[in-house]
């Protein structure tokens, strides 16, 4: 069969940084931090006819993604003055701690489903041919025990996204860590503000 190539993909990635203000929810002090995103955009050089167009909107949907996820995104920081996390960086911490047995249970549904498809053929199959009930006994029961086990992954991931508390007594000092390194309070990034501007009308 004859194809015909349209054009290679331009790919454009950026980055990006944005200070974010808090009101914390626990103890009603204000903080600081900067959260740092990133993006990548492609466009198509149809034809290969215009290959700096196509790096320019490849740039342009990269910058609209940057721009989203710095602005309606968070990064996990906790409040320097009471050590918690606000409830949408609980909620982002918990996704990612689900994540492994996410990823894991989509890798392995595609071969639950071709199991599952083959045990449909060997029951097809014995019906036209003796000594064939063994095997798709055996068929069934292992395409079911791998099925289960790839629903039992998802409710596993369930409930380590819903039982995990980044808030817990036990991750206080942790906590208190990550605040002091990466969070700002206002007075600090007041200072920070101040020398950036002096610096730049030297």
């Known amino acids: 069969m004859f194809m015909i190539r349209l054009g290679p993909m331009c790919t454009s990635k950026v980055a990006g940084q944005v200070i974010k203000l808090v009101d914390c929810e626990f103890c009603n002090s204000k903080f600081a ?58 909620e982002k911490l918990r996704r990612e701690c689900g994540r492994p047995l996410l990823l894991a249970a989509l890798i392995l549904i595609p071969l639950g489903i071709f199991m599952f498809v083959g045990a449909i053929t060997v029951t097809m199959l014995s019906e036209s041919a003796d000594g064939l009930q063994t095997v798709v006994v055996g068929a069934w029961i292992f395409a079911a025990v791998y099925i289960f086990g790839v629903i ?19 991750l206080t000092e942790e906590r208190f860590a990550i605040a002091a390194k990466f969070a700002m309070t206002i007075e600090q990034l007041r200072r920070i503000k101040l020398a950036t501007d002096a610096t730049n009308e030297n």
Not at 49 to 65: G, P, Q, V, W
Not at 156 to 170: A, C, E, L, M, T
């Open 152 to 170: 039992g992954l998802l409710i596993r991931r369930w409930i380590v996204r819903y039982s995990f508390d980044p808030n817990g007594y036990r």
């Open 33 to 90: 931090y900067v959260h740092r995103a990133k993006a990548t955009g492609q466009s198509q050089n149809a034809f290969f006819l215009d290959k700096e167009r196509a790096t320019r909107r490849a740039k342009l949907k990269a910058m609209d993604i940057l721009e989203d996820r710095l602005e309606g995104n968070c990064s996990p920081v906790p409040c320097p003055n009471c050590g918690l996390y606000q409830s949408e960086m609980i």
